[in-house]
């Protein structure tokens, strides 16, 4: 019913950035909520960003500054800029759709890997 497709991982040094790309598909309303969450190996998967329907952004407080996460409604995809790097960054990143009265939904996850 939805699909998302995550790309634009890779390697990368502590510093560096990455842009991550969600594009959604499927039938639905284009405004729903939208985030980003990561988990890497051991943890929970976390939330790290999230954008609303009408495009208001909220983050995690550790990337608060460095990441930035938005969206192209035409498109049906959401962007996550990430800048400055650390290694503890490193994690697998999923993208998530929330649909009212229908449910959650995810994507198949990019892996990001930050080195030092």
């Known amino acids: 019913q939805v699909q998302l497709v995550e790309s634009g991982g890779g390697l990368v040094q502590a510093g560096g950035s990455l842009r991550l790309s969600c594009a959604a598909s499927?039938?639905?309303?284009?405004?729903?909520?939208m985030g980003w969450y990561r988990q890497a190996p051991g943890n929970q998967r976390e939330l790290v960003a999230e954008i609303t329907g009408a495009g208001f952004p909220n983050y995690q407080d550790s990337v608060k500054g460095r990441f930035t996460i938005s969206r192209d409604n035409a498109k049906n995809t959401v962007y996550l800029q990430m800048n400055s790097l650390k290694p503890e960054d490193t994690a697998v990143y999923y993208c998530?759709?929330?649909?009212?009265?229908?449910?959650?939904?995810w994507g198949q996850g990019t892996q990001v890997t930050v080195s030092s």
């Open positions: 998530n759709m929330r649909i009212a009265a229908m449910g959650t939904y």
């Open positions: 499927g039938r639905f309303f284009s405004l729903n909520d």
